[in-house]
């Protein structure tokens, strides 16, 4: 089960991430984006549109995601295309990511691997980490596990949480490097502490299999939460069997159970056969509880 790949980036929406500047339009738009004002982001990237290669990438993610226009993934190739064809990296790893999909155009491997290309080459860390997964998966490009960790460890190096949990991958099964249990642990933590869920629940089972680190019951039970709380199926399932079993925490079925079910309810087959079996050992009143707990369960606050 090839737990550490992650799947490949389609659209990064810019305005959310930019950084404070000093006020303009593009910067009144990016404060609407913020607050959920797609309409005057609308208006106001369609203004700077004409010669701006950024607000033209903005406007694709917008018709991309349906967001104050209609969905409208040819619309939004063409926004793409124009940013990408002048060089911004954005544009051209979100123009990748719809041939990869064919969303908007023909599907099409050796074009997605072309834009992420151009977008690698000026050391853009999400398509680093894309580029990495086609030459992992042998598409577009002839299969290279070498040539997937060279790009892994770019953009890892860059401090990109999917690309440390996908080079920890890597290390793990000794594809394209030399298996190393250790190493894949120090990336698995990097991307854990950057609160990727992902690299939480691997980091935890890294815990409590004593593979990498000394082993710890509690430690993995520590990372398993953290993932879990964030959603993670797979964490929540271990944690649910760390419950049952008693291990790193005091047993609880009730427990095991809640997150056994809420596991469960994201198609974790393996996670409803484990709930159904606890639940033999419990009470109708605990099976109610445990039900109780489920249905109630929020992601907490931090």
């Known amino acids: 089960m090839k737990l550490f790949k992650h799947a490949l980036t389609t659209a990064i929406l810019v305005l959310s991430l930019a950084a404070p500047v000093a006020a303009g339009p593009f910067e009144d738009a990016i404060a609407a984006t913020g607050r959920g004002?797609?309409?005057?982001?609308?208006?106001?990237l369609r203004l700077l549109a004409q010669g701006d290669a950024g607000a033209q990438s903005d406007l694709g993610v917008m018709y991309e995601k349906g967001e104050g226009v209609t969905q409208n993934y040819a619309e939004a190739v063409r926004r793409y295309r124009l940013a990408a064809d002048q060089g911004d990296a954005i544009a051209q790893v979100n123009l990748g990511g719809m041939y990869r999909n064919g969303r908007?155009?023909?599907?099409?491997?050796?074009?997605?691997?072309?834009?992420?290309?151009?977008?690698a080459d000026q050391g853009f860390a999400a398509a680093q980490v894309n580029l990495g997964a086609m030459?992992?998966?042998?598409?577009?490009v002839p299969q290279s596990d070498a040539e997937a960790v060279k790009w892994y460890r770019h953009a890892a190096d860059q401090g990109d949480a999917f690309a440390q949990v996908d080079l920890a991958g890597m290390y793990d099964t000794g594809s394209g490097v030399p298996q190393d249990d250790a190493e894949a642990a120090k990336l698995y933590r990097l991307a854990a502490n950057q609160g990727d869920p992902f690299g939480q629940f691997q980091l935890g089972?890294?815990?409590?299999t004593g593979r990498g680190v000394t082993q710890s019951?509690?430690?993995?039970?520590?990372?398993?939460?953290?993932?879990?709380?964030?959603?993670?199926?797979?964490?929540?399932?271990?944690?649910?069997?760390?419950?049952?079993?008693?291990?790193?925490?005091?047993?609880?079925?009730?427990?095991?159970?809640?997150?056994?079910n809420l596991s469960a309810?994201?198609?974790?087959?393996?996670?409803?056969?484990?709930?159904?079996?606890?639940?033999?050992?419990?009470?109708?009143?605990?099976i109610a509880e445990a039900i109780k707990l489920a249905r109630e369960w929020r992601p907490p606050t931090r």
């Open 217 to 260: 019951d509690a430690e993995a039970v520590r990372w398993y939460r953290l993932a879990a709380d964030q959603g993670n199926a797979f964490a929540q399932q271990n944690l649910g069997l760390m419950y049952s079993n008693g291990r790193g925490v005091p047993q609880n079925y009730v427990l095991a159970h809640m997150w056994f």
């Open 265 to 286: 309810a994201q198609d974790r087959q393996s996670a409803a056969q484990n709930r159904d079996m606890v639940a033999q050992r419990m009470t109708p009143a605990q």
């Open 104 to 119: 908007g155009v023909p599907q099409n491997d050796a074009e997605a691997v072309r834009w992420y290309r151009l977008a």
């Open 37 to 44: 004002d797609y309409a005057t982001a609308l208006r106001l």
């Open 135 to 140: 030459y992992r998966n042998g598409r577009g």
């Open 205 to 208: 089972f890294k815990y409590s």
